[in-house]
């Protein structure tokens, strides 16, 4: 099967910890992008890549870290920077990357909550 | 600047009714349009892309662009209380390979 696979679907951060969370794909896509949303908000930017080895940011990295050493994996980092971590984490990509944005698939997010 | 306008709601329509959601945008040269689907507790679907202005229609949903209005809208016809969820509207703005998106219109279905 074809798609975007994040884990874990709940994680729990406890003061001062760094959490990682996983996004995979296996659709060949080239764009990955990582948002968070709160309840009653919309989605947010994090951090997005369009090729292996290069990331830009969001509207809101501070806190956050990623890394894309292999097309598939796009990997985030929520450090103890981030002080207010609780949210829905959400992965997604895109087939290809292009002046025309293409449509964003969505994996099927992370629950993360502080202890 | 870039911004994506929704109504939060909800919006209720009765079973069988049009539904009618709308969202602005402030980018006037945006060039691409989403609608996402996203049910409570999971991640959104996609509904809908338009690039034209005017209608495009998929089964029971039609989308609607009016680039001069910065104004896109969907259509849900005989909405289903399976239709009950959270909408998102999401635009590219110029020059930028990411999307912004409206924080959703709530819609409730009731039977």
């Known amino acids: 099967d074809g798609g975007i696979t994040q884990s874990p679907k709940y994680l729990f951060r406890k003061e001062g910890q760094n959490v990682t969370l996983s996004c995979e794909q296996n659709l060949n896509h080239d764009a990955m992008y990582w948002y968070r949303q709160d309840p009653g908000q919309g989605l947010r930017l994090i951090y997005y890549?369009?090729?292996?080895?290069?990331?830009q940011k969001g509207d809101i990295a501070e806190g956050y870290s990623v890394s894309r050493e292999k097309k598939e994996s796009f990997p985030l980092t929520v450090t103890s920077a981030q002080k207010n971590p609780t949210a829905f984490y959400l992965c997604?990509?895109?087939?290809?990357?292009?002046?025309?944005?293409?449509?964003?698939?969505f994996g099927p997010g992370t629950r993360l909550l502080v202890l | 600047q870039k911004e994506v306008e929704q109504n939060s709601g909800p919006l209720s329509v009765p079973e069988g009714a049009i539904a009618s959601l709308n969202c602005t945008y402030s980018d006037r040269g945006s060039q691409s349009f989403f609608w996402y689907r996203q049910y409570s507790g999971k991640s959104p679907e996609l509904i809908m892309s338009i690039y034209s202005n005017g209608d495009k229609e998929d089964g029971r949903f039609t989308a609607q662009l009016n680039k001069a209005s910065q104004y896109v809208s969907l259509l849900i016809r005989d909405s289903q209380p399976s239709d009950s969820a959270t909408y998102l509207c999401?635009?590219?703005?110029?020059?930028?390979?990411?999307?912004?998106f409206g924080k959703g219109t709530m819609l409730l279905v009731s039977p």
């Open positions: 997604a990509s895109t087939p290809r990357v292009a002046g025309h944005q293409e449509t964003q698939y």
């Open positions: 890549s369009q090729i292996v080895n290069d990331f």
């Open positions: 999401a635009v590219n703005p110029t020059g930028y390979s990411t999307l912004t």
